[in-house]
């Protein structure tokens, strides 16, 4: 049973860093992503990475602020999402999510990714 189980969010202030993390239950997804979703707003994708870390995409509202990553340790990937510069509007409940299935490149669009976390919370005060 696919399992995953995020961490790391919490209160900061505008222009600090967090980083998220995101345990699973086993190893080989093809594409791993984060996605987020605040209050009243649409799921956003955030960010995701091919099996081999060689291939990232990111939305532009964090470009250059976030850098999403992954490794391996005892036949398990851990997935994760180092944010920088946090902003106000970077609030939301941060997702992770996953599939096994190859794809032509790792989107951002929810429907490629079959599992998902139960999600933690981000919030940031200006």
């Known amino acids: 049973q696919v399992q995953l189980v995020e961490s790391g969010g919490g209160s900061v202030q505008a222009g600090g860093s967090l980083t998220l993390s995101c345990t699973t239950s086993?190893?080989?997804?093809?594409?791993m992503a984060w996605f987020r979703q605040a209050p009243g707003k649409e799921r956003e994708g955030v960010a995701s990475i091919v099996i081999d870390g060689g291939d990232t995409a990111y939305a532009d509202s964090v470009k250059g602020r976030f850098t999403i990553s992954r490794d391996n340790a005892n036949a398990k990937t851990n997935l994760y999402l180092h944010m920088n510069n946090l902003q106000p509007e970077d609030t939301a409940m941060y997702y992770c999510?996953?599939?096994?299935?190859?794809?032509?490149?790792?989107?951002?669009?929810?429907?490629?990714?079959?599992?998902w976390g139960q999600g933690t919370q981000v919030t940031v005060s200006s």
């Open positions: 086993y190893d080989a997804y093809y594409c």
């Open positions: 999510a996953t599939t096994f299935t190859w794809a032509h490149s790792c989107g951002l669009g929810g429907f490629q990714y079959p599992y």
